[in-house]
């Protein structure tokens, strides 16, 4: 029986389905998801970041309320 196989569809079927975040510097597109780590990378032009998948969840529920994120605040953890 394969229990990593397991433990990566859980971790996939947790993750958010996030497409784009809006910041207040631009429109960062996803690029991938590290399921060990529980983190998601965007990217806007040449800026990469990454955020755990609270803080994803987070940008995209302000997001979808019409407010632009500002992400250095999610990357700190001091967004409200």
Do not use: Q, W
């Not at 079927?13 to 597109?29: L, Q, R, T």
């Not at 983190?39 to 940008?59: H, N, P, Q, V, W």
């Not at 995209?60 to 250095?72: A, M, W, Y």
């Amino acid at each position: 029986y394969n229990y990593e196989l397991d433990f990566y569809i859980e971790a996939r079927e947790a993750m958010p389905k996030i497409s784009f975040i809006e910041a207040i510097d631009g429109k960062y597109e996803y690029v991938r998801t590290d399921f060990l780590k529980k983190k998601m990378t965007f990217r806007c032009g040449d800026s990469t970041i990454e955020l755990d998948y609270l803080s994803a969840i987070k940008a995209h529920e302000l997001n979808k309320s019409g407010e632009k994120v500002d992400l250095s605040l999610l990357i700190k953890g001091l967004a409200n």
